[in-house]
Structures are given as C-alpha cells and as structure tokens.
C-alpha cells in the first residue's frame, strides 16, 4: 500500500511539475515582452514609490513615473487611481496598492507579540488571513507584514510588533502570518503579497534604541536574527522590506551580502525587495553616501529593487538619479531591468494585469461576517492573556463576589487596548475591559468604577477617590501598564517601570484590605519587580484588539483558563538588559557560593519572569519523561515522550515545550534552545502522552566556516512548561 502511495505521489509530481514550472515561465516571458517595450523613465518607475496621493502624483501616474502607492485604503480611491494607470498610461502597466497591517486592517487582533504569547500558530494564521481579507476588500495588495524582527531588548518600542526573542518561535509565527496573508497563492482576491521585514537584525539595535548602529557576528546574525527570515523566504514571502539600521558598518539598505549574498545566492529568493522609508536617502546620514545620486548607486548595486519614499523633504532618490547613473555609466541598464523584473513578477503573481481592481462580486458572495472575525480576535485575544502570578488562587474571580472595584482610564477608554500599528481601526467594533467585566458579572454583584490615575499623566488627585471605591469593594482590579504611544517605532524608553503614578497607586491600594488583581496592558516586558512581590495576581494582557474588553473579562470570570506563555523574557531591572533564556554558559557559570564566577553584585542572574513562562488555574504534572534513540547515532532521530497530567480543578491549555542543549561543540553553544513545542488542551484528572521527534536538523549549528553542521556528542532534552522548570535527560550520539 505504501508503495502504492508514493508512486502515486510520483506521478502527480511528474504530471503537475511542467504545468508549475510553465505557469512562472509564462510570466517570465511576459516580463520580457514588457521590458522591450518600456522606456527608461517606465522602468525607473516601477521602481518608485509613492506615499498617498501628491499634488503631481495622478500625473506621475499617468505617465508610469510610479509604480506603487502606500497609504490608500479604500477601494474606491484605489480604483480611482489604478483606473488612471490602466486606462491612460501607455504599457496599462497596474499599480500595486501597500499598507502596514499589523494586527488587523478595520478589525482589531491582539499585537503580534500578545498573538505570539497564544503559542498558536493555527490561531496566528486564522488573524492573519482575516486582515488580509479586509485589508485585500479596501484595494490592498501588498502587505507591510509580518514584522519578524528577533529582539532581546524590552526597551526597543517596536519589541510590540514581533513574536519575542526566539528564533524558533519566531519563525513559527513568521510562517503562520505569511500563510495567513499570502495563502497558497496571493492572486486570490481575499490574499495580499506579504513582506517580511526589517532585513535584518533591526531589534538588535544598541541600547534598546530605534534606528540605532547595529554590531554583531555573523554568528549571531545567523543563528538569532535571519532565521525567521529564511523561514519567510522558504514560505514563499512575495517580498522583503530592508531595514534602516546599519549593521557592522553596512547599511542594510545598502549592505550587498546580506541583500545580494545572502538573500538571493544563497536562499534564491525571487520577490521584491524594498526599502523601509527612505532608508535608501539615509545612506547620506549613514555618512555611506556622499549624496543622493551616491546612495541610489549603493542601493541599487547591492540589491534594493525599490524606493520605498523619497525623503519628504528633499524627495526621492531613486527617480532624479538613475538615469544620471546611467548616463555617467556608473551602472548598467541590465542592473534597473533586474529590479523591475522582480516588481513586474510580483504584479504578475498578484493577478494584477489580469485583475487589477477588487474582485468586489467574490466579497459579496463570501462575506465573512463581523461577528465571524469577531469570534475569532476574542479566541485570539484570550489566548494571548498570560498569568504571571495567582495567589491563594484569587482569581478566578468568584461569582458570587457581591462588589468588584475596576480602577484606571485604561479599562475605560477603547484606544489604549487596541496598541500602536492600528491600520483602519473601528473603535465602535470592540468593548472596554469595564463594559466586558460588568457584561459578565452575575446578577447581583455591582460593579465600581474610579479612573485613579491615567499612565499619561503624574496627576494623583483621583486617588482618593479610587482608593475609596476599593475599600468599598470584595476585590479590586487595577488596569497599569503603557498609554499605547509608549509603543511602537520611535518609543523607546530608557526606564521600563510602569510610567508616571501607578506604581505609587497600587502600593496605596495593596494598604487597604481589598485584594487586589493588576492586569497589564503594555507593548513591552516591564520591571514590575514590587507588583510582582507584593500584588497576589497579575495578568499580561499586552494589547489585545477589539476583543479585549470581552477577553480580559472572560479570563478573570474564569470562562477561560489563561494558557499564554511569554515569548520574551522579563528582566528585573533594565541594568540585566540584554537578558535571554538561550544564553551562552560563559568560562565561569555563575554560582551562589563563588564570587569569581559570572554574576551581578547587586540582583540575581535570573529574570522577573523567564521565556515560556505563564501559569493557569489549573495545575500540570509532567512524568514518565524518556529519550530514546535506536541507535544512539548523530544521524538518527531522537523519540521524545512525556505524560502530562492535569492535577488541578480546571481543564485547560498547557504549551509543552522541548528544548535542547549541546553540552560540547567545536563553537560554543547555547545552554539550551526552543526546537519545538505543542499546545494541548487537558480535562481535569486526565493524562496525555505527548511525542516529539528530534532530528538532527535540530541538532545542527553553524561550525567555525559557518556551514551547517552536526557533531557527535552529548545533549541535553528538556522539557516543561516553560523555559526554566524542566525535566532533562542526557543522551550520547555518536
Ligand atoms: C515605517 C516602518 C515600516 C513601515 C514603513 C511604511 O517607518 O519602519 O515598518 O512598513 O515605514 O509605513
């Protein structure tokens, strides 16, 4: 039977592969047709783009001095403007329509690290898919997304908009969006072209600080920050975004082994490659241009196909100065006609000279309703919940609690809640976390609202009022964490703490008998060293979309048990920062009892919360945990098992988490790495077996030459619940 199967896999291979290979053939033919017939100024248009509608831009347009739009987003003004370039540009060559949507074109998803926390890749690509859906009905083409930056530091604003510091994680969460955005093919009327962006090593940027140098080795660029990605790219990413940051003295807007290199020699990749925002015009800043005619040539010649926006005050880069480069013989027509093939095939491969307008009759006819998308943001917004800490399992709140205080503006207003990187936000669709908690609360029990305090401001003359309505309550629950600006591109901070007033605050409340529950909204892991010592339950609830409201409520009523996990580590203080599970053991590990070994004088190693952390109101127990390999050889796969119990009172999520170390290697390695993990929902009293297989791709590092290889030796296997409470077993390869 089996034989039977694989021939026929075979034969479907053999059938459909000249079809396949006809299909970008064909596209390639009419990219060469349609190169012969522009001329010059047609083909530096294509590699333009402009940011909304200028005063000359129907004319830029009409001419074929553009080939992209960022910023439009409905589809009667999309059509407005590609009806100019279909019907009176000479080549009817289609515009490709862009935006940046994050986390929800008009419905609202959690922010990508809160989605990342589900530990959810098929819930993941469920968002995802749903924004590309709306975002694709409004004329949307090409989508500024996913963000797959790797970041280790919390003070980077733009830490909100990636899946953590986790490579594997990371690329997990790369590929679920990307299939979400792209689907199979991103001709489909409900797909856009996804990008993935910023190439490369953006989050790793100095001192937590946007747009900051970036120095690292080749190394660490390799195993840490390009694996999402090659993940991407592997996924079929129709284009990648080049980031602002120089890295180890190259602007990656200008940096040929990365964008040449790398991304075409060595990992084929044939979409588009853009630049961030007139990141071509900031080699002149980057001092790695003498000029803007300078940096065109750098741009073009290592690989940058278009020009996001020229800078808004002295325009573009790439239209002015091509043609002087030419001209000058500083580049050659086959290095612009390279770069417009890759713009023209991603048109093709969009269907946008076949369909350039929204297919409006397939939204008619496959409508997903509100309630539909809805359905979906709350599942997602209550698995990104994470339950940092649960006292004397205070929470879930008991139903017949008579009184319950909710204190702070954050719980009130429909802003904070939705997160920086909104593209079409529809603030009627979602609910406060006040309006959600007093929905869910039983007949019976009231509910009091005071605001306290506000994280924009220092103002403390709420307090008294607040803390009057705590002491009237059984339980209150303080909503702290960051006013949404404090996140996102351009906001790093420097001091982490919760902002302004609100730690004052809760130390006031946690003085009064009521207990107190602190559930945060925030973009970023956040020092809340006393919270966390003295405030008996805290929830991680980041940015949670439209849903939030509804998704806050239904975890603290207890309708859904928390089950996220942290896809970023918490450090205690900023002076820990750069802090990571995956850390190197270093010569003198550190140790309690020996002052010369690698530690701080004054706080411990460890962070506030680890990577992978979160808890639930239930309780598991992992047993009967075994390593088995048939023939204990390098080149075998390695048959994980482990018993997961649920011991508590409620069924639940558990994210069992396998991990690995190499204990001795010709580089040295990491004290353990994520290699994979599975998300299990558990019945109380009940037990499941869960499996995994380590193969030796897993096991694979970058040698000295930095080629992939794999070494006999000793490992480690672990796993848990999170990156710290483990169970391990040692296993010798040969
Ligand atoms: C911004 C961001 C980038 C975004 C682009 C277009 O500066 O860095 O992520 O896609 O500009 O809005």
Same mark, same amino acid.
């Given at each position: 039977?089996?034989?039977i $199967? /694989?021939?026929? $896999?075979?034969?479907?291979?053999?059938?459909f592969?000249?079809?396949?290979?006809?299909?970008?053939l064909?596209?390639?033919?009419?990219?060469?047709?349609l190169?012969?017939?522009?001329?010059l100024d047609?083909?530096?248009?294509?590699?333009?783009?402009?940011?909304?509608?200028?005063?000359?831009?129907?004319e830029?347009?009409?001419?074929?001095?553009?080939?992209?739009?960022?910023?439009?987003?409905?589809?009667?003004?999309?059509?407005?403007?590609?009806?100019?370039?279909?019907?009176?540009?000479?080549?009817?060559?289609?515009?490709?329509?862009a935006?940046?949507?994050?986390?929800?074109?008009?419905?609202?998803?959690p922010?990508?690290?809160?989605?990342?926390?589900s530990?959810?890749p098929?819930?993941?690509k469920?968002?995802?898919?749903?924004?590309?859906?709306?975002?694709?009905?409004?004329?949307?083409?090409? *989508?500024?997304?996913?963000m797959?930056?790797?970041?280790?530091d919390p003070?980077?604003?733009?830490?909100?908009?990636?899946?953590g510091?986790?490579?594997?994680?990371?690329?997990?969460?790369? $590929?679920a969006?990307?299939?979400?955005?792209?689907?199979? @093919?991103f001709s489909?009327?409900?797909?856009?072209?996804?990008?993935?962006?910023h190439?490369v090593?953006?989050?790793?940027a100095?001192?937590?600080?946007?747009?900051?140098?970036?120095? /690292?080795?080749?190394?660490?660029l390799?195993?840490?920050y390009?694996?999402?990605f090659?993940?991407?790219?592997?996924?079929?990413v129709?284009?990648?975004?080049?980031?602002?940051?120089d890295?180890?003295?190259?602007?990656a807007?200008?940096?040929?082994?990365?964008?040449?290199?790398?991304?075409?020699?060595?990992w084929?990749f044939?979409?588009?490659?853009?630049? !961030?925002?007139?990141?071509?015009?900031?080699?002149?800043?980057?001092?790695?241009?003498?000029?803007?005619?300078?940096? &065109?040539?750098?741009?073009?010649? &290592?690989?940058i196909?278009?020009?996001?926006?020229g @800078?808004?005050?002295?325009?573009?880069?790439?239209?002015p100065?091509?043609?002087?480069?030419?001209?000058?013989?500083?580049?050659d027509?086959?290095?612009?006609?390279?770069?417009?093939?890759?713009?023209l095939?991603?048109?093709?491969?969009?269907?946008?000279?076949?369909?350039?307008?929204? @297919?409006?009759?397939?939204?008619?006819? *496959?409508?997903?309703?509100?309630?539909?998308?809805?359905?979906?943001?709350?599942?997602?917004?209550?698995?990104?919940?994470?339950?940092l800490k649960?006292?004397?399992?205070?929470?879930?709140?008991?139903?017949k609690?008579?009184?319950?205080a909710? $204190?702070?503006?954050?719980?009130?207003?429909?802003?904070?809640?939705?997160?920086?990187?909104t593209?079409?936000?529809?603030?009627?669709?979602?609910?406060?976390?006040?309006?959600?908690?007093?929905e869910?609360?039983? =007949?019976?029990?009231?509910?009091?609202?005071?605001?306290?305090?506000?994280?924009r401001?220092?103002?403390?003359?709420?307090?008294?009022?607040?803390l009057?309505?705590?002491?009237?309550a059984?339980?209150?629950?303080?909503?702290?964490?960051?006013?949404?600006?404090?996140?996102g591109?351009?906001?790093?901070?420097?001091?982490?703490?919760?902002?302004?007033?609100?730690?004052?605050?809760?130390?006031? &409340?946690? =003085?009064?008998?009521?207990?107190?529950?602190?559930?945060?909204?925030n973009?970023?892991?956040?020092?809340?060293?006393?919270?966390?010592?003295?405030?008996?339950?805290?929830?991680?609830?980041?940015y949670?979309?439209?849903? %939030?409201?509804?998704?806050?409520?239904?975890?603290?009523?207890?309708?859904?048990?928390?089950?996220?996990?942290?896809?970023?580590?918490?450090?205690?203080?900023?002076?820990?920062?750069?802090?990571?599970y995956?850390?190197?053991?270093?010569?003198?590990?550190?140790?309690?009892d020996?002052?010369?070994?690698?530690k701080?004088?004054?706080?411990? *190693?460890?962070?506030?919360?680890?990577?992978g952390?979160?808890l639930?109101?239930?309780q598991?127990?992992y047993?009967?945990?075994?390593?088995?390999?048939?023939?204990?050889?390098?080149? !075998?796969?390695?048959?994980?098992?482990? @018993?997961?119990?649920?011991?508590?009172?409620?069924?639940?999520?558990e994210?069992?988490?396998?991990?690995i170390?190499?204990?001795?290697?010709?580089?040295?390695?990491?004290?353990?790495e994520l290699? %994979?993990?599975?998300?299990?929902?558990?019945?109380?009293?009940?037990?499941?077996?869960?499996?995994?297989?380590?193969?030796?791709?897993m096991?694979?590092?970058?040698?000295?030459?930095?080629?992939?290889?794999?070494?006999?030796?000793e490992f480690k296997?672990f796993?848990?619940? *999170?990156?710290?409470?483990?169970?391990?077993?040692?296993?010798?390869?040969?």
């Open positions: 039977m089996k034989n $199967i /694989i021939k026929l $896999i075979l034969l479907i291979i053999i059938i592969t000249p079809y396949l290979q006809g299909q970008s064909a596209v390639e033919q009419k990219i060469d047709s190169l012969l017939k522009m001329t047609e083909k530096i248009g294509q590699l333009v783009q402009s940011v909304g509608i200028k005063e000359n831009t129907i830029d347009i009409r001419s074929g001095k553009i080939g992209s739009i960022l910023g439009i987003k409905s589809a009667d003004e999309v059509s407005k403007f590609q009806k100019i370039a279909i019907e009176e540009s000479r080549l009817k060559i289609p515009l490709i329509f935006n940046d949507v994050i986390h929800g074109f008009s419905t609202t998803f922010i990508p690290l809160a989605e990342a926390s530990w959810n098929e819930l993941v469920k968002s995802a898919s749903i924004a590309a859906y709306e975002a694709a009905s409004e004329g949307t083409k090409w *989508n500024y997304a996913p797959v930056d790797i970041s280790r003070r980077w604003g733009r830490i909100m908009e990636g899946s510091e986790d490579p594997y994680l990371g690329s997990v969460m790369a $590929i969006r990307i299939e979400g955005f792209q689907g199979d @093919d489909h009327p409900s797909k856009v072209v996804a990008t993935a962006k190439f090593a953006y989050g790793a100095e001192a937590g600080r946007d747009y900051n140098s970036v120095d /690292i080795s080749e190394r660490r390799r195993e840490i390009l694996p999402p090659l993940s991407a790219v592997n996924s079929e129709g284009s990648i975004m080049s980031a602002f940051n890295i180890n003295g190259i602007p807007s200008a940096n040929k082994f990365i964008l040449t290199e790398i991304l075409r020699d060595e084929k044939k979409g588009t490659v853009i630049t !961030d925002y007139n990141s071509v015009g900031e080699l002149v800043y980057h001092g790695f241009a003498k000029d803007k005619k300078e940096a &065109a040539l750098k741009g073009l010649t &290592a690989g196909d278009i020009d996001m926006v @800078d808004t005050i002295d325009g573009d880069v790439y239209s100065h091509l043609k002087e480069l030419l001209e000058d013989n500083l580049i027509i086959s290095s612009i006609d390279k770069a417009v093939r890759n713009v095939r991603m048109k093709f491969n969009a269907g946008l000279f076949e369909k350039p307008y929204v @297919d409006s009759t397939y939204f008619v006819e *496959n409508n997903i309703s509100q309630d539909a998308k809805n359905k979906i943001a709350l599942q997602m917004a209550k698995e990104s919940i994470v339950l649960n006292d004397n399992n205070l929470l879930p709140l008991n139903k609690t008579k009184k319950i909710v $204190i702070g503006s954050m719980a009130e207003n429909e802003y904070d809640q939705l997160g920086a990187w593209c079409k936000p529809n603030y009627k669709n979602g609910i406060s976390a006040l309006e959600g908690i007093r869910l609360a039983k =007949e019976g029990t009231e509910v009091l609202f005071a605001r306290g305090f506000d994280p401001s220092n103002d403390k003359s709420g307090f008294e009022e607040a009057s309505v705590i002491s009237q059984n339980v209150a629950v303080v909503f702290a964490g960051e006013n949404w600006e404090l996140s591109e351009a906001a790093s901070r420097t001091d982490i703490n919760l902002p302004g007033v609100q730690l004052e605050f809760i130390k006031r &409340a946690q =003085e009064l008998e009521t207990p107190i529950i602190v559930v945060l909204m973009g970023r892991p956040l020092t809340i060293n006393w919270s966390s010592q003295n405030i008996p339950a805290i929830l991680e609830a980041w949670l979309g439209d849903m %939030s409201g509804k998704a806050i409520a239904s975890v603290l009523f207890g309708e859904y048990n928390p089950s996220g996990k942290l896809p970023i580590t918490f450090p205690r203080s900023v002076g820990q920062i750069p802090i990571y995956n850390a190197k053991s270093t010569g003198r590990p550190a140790r309690e020996v002052k010369w070994s690698s701080y004088l004054d706080s411990p *190693n460890t962070p506030l919360y680890p990577f952390f979160g639930s109101y239930t598991f127990k047993s009967n945990f075994s390593v088995n390999t048939s023939s204990n050889s390098i080149s !075998d796969s390695i048959i994980v098992t482990v @018993d997961v119990t649920n011991i508590g009172k409620y069924a639940g999520e994210v069992v988490q396998l991990y170390q190499d204990l001795f290697a010709s580089v040295t390695r990491p004290i353990k290699k %994979s993990f599975k998300k299990i929902k558990i019945d109380v009293g009940k037990t499941e077996t869960i499996k995994f297989i380590v193969t030796p791709s096991l694979s590092f970058y040698g000295i030459d930095m080629k992939k290889i794999i070494e006999p030796g296997i796993v848990g619940g *999170n990156s710290t409470d483990l169970l391990s077993e040692s296993i010798i390869l040969n």
